[in-house]
């Protein structure tokens, strides 16, 4: 990966455009500099037009041309991380006809932002959670009672901030689960790009089907 970019920016989008996006973006010094949480595509880009030279993970496909089963990037993927017990989510044409992460990368596309300019990549949180946090151990934080899944937020928070620094006056939204935990995700995707500078990383897929980028477990 490049490494003149100046800012790393990591969005959660809604898989059905109906619920807040999340957005954030970091500095090359890791600080967070901006945050959006939206239903309106016209916010959700805000933050790169106002950061240029980003770059994006994404933590989501952001084409889906299969009918069916996973994508090729998805069974790339899949070959390295399912003996870590880490699954993926199939998507595709029968499930989801309409896919709001395909049209806000046709978006991003019109703002310079694509697999062929290098500058996006499609993350998957649980991979870095692993890699980073636990051990290349799955970190179970989605699918809980609200107490415990609190608790768990609160723990990946105090990982990140191992790298990240998030001013005071930043109001992180923990009053809503749903937000916070998007927060958090779109945090992981801007830190894995910007790991990815000095790490070692892993590519799955191309610039026809999606890229999806991960950081290798087993080397620095």
Known sequence: MKRDFEFFSGIDPSWTGKYPTAVTV?????????????????EILEP???HPNSVVGVDAPLIVTNES??????????KHFARFGLSLYPVNKKRYPFFFPELLYERLNQIGYSFES???FE???????????NDMKVFH???????????????????????????????????NL???????????????????????????????????LALDSFRE
């Open 123 to 133: 993350v998957y949180p649980h991979a870095t959670i692993m890699v980073l946090f």
């Open 141 to 175: 934080y989605k699918r809980v009672k609200a107490k415990e899944r609190f608790k768990k937020l609160r723990w990946l928070e105090g990982k990140l901030k191992n790298f990240v620094e998030i001013p005071d006056s930043f109001c992180i939204p923990k009053d």
């Open 48 to 50: 790169l037009r106002t």
């Open 118 to 120: 290098g500058n996006i």
């Open 26 to 42: 970091l500095d090359r010094g890791l600080h967070l500099v901006d945050f959006v949480y939206s239903e309106k595509i016209d």
């Open 69 to 78: 089963c996973h994508r090729p990037n998805e069974r790339e993927f899949l």
């Open 178 to 212: 749903k937000a916070y935990e998007d927060f958090l995700d779109s945090l992981v995707c801007g830190l894995t790009v910007a790991l990815a500078r000095e790490k070692s990383y892993l590519t799955f897929g191309d610039e026809e089907t999606g890229i999806m």
